[in-house]
């Protein structure tokens, strides 16, 4: 599936990736290739992403992302609000 993560000052992530685990209103849940539609609201929390492999490399376009030390294809992302939106395989991320 394909994410995009995007801010008010820029896009932050445009890439294909596996998952995508957001922090909702309800709580975190995680997208995966084929999820229903969906709308959400997000709270203050961390953006998750598996990517497809380890190579993804974090210039000053993607440095507000950050790898996990124990598992290089994870990236995370604080945010401290935003809305979700999944449709066609298309995640669209809209930040704070």
């Known amino acids: 599936m394909y994410l995009e993560i995007v801010s008010p000052e820029a896009t932050l992530f ?4 596996d998952s995508v685990v957001v922090p909702g209103v309800n709580g975190e849940f995680e997208m995966l290739n084929n999820h229903a539609p969906i709308v959400s609201l997000l709270q203050e929390g ?6 497809h492999s380890q190579n993804i490399v974090l210039d000053e376009l993607h440095s507000s992302l950050s790898k996990l030390p124990e598992d290089n294809k994870i990236l995370t992302l604080k945010i401290n609000s935003g809305t979700v939106e999944m449709k ?7 930040a704070d």
């Open 14 to 17: 445009s890439s294909e990736v």
């Open 46 to 51: 961390v953006v998750r992403i598996k990517t």
């Open 88 to 94: 066609d395989n298309k995640v669209i991320v809209l």
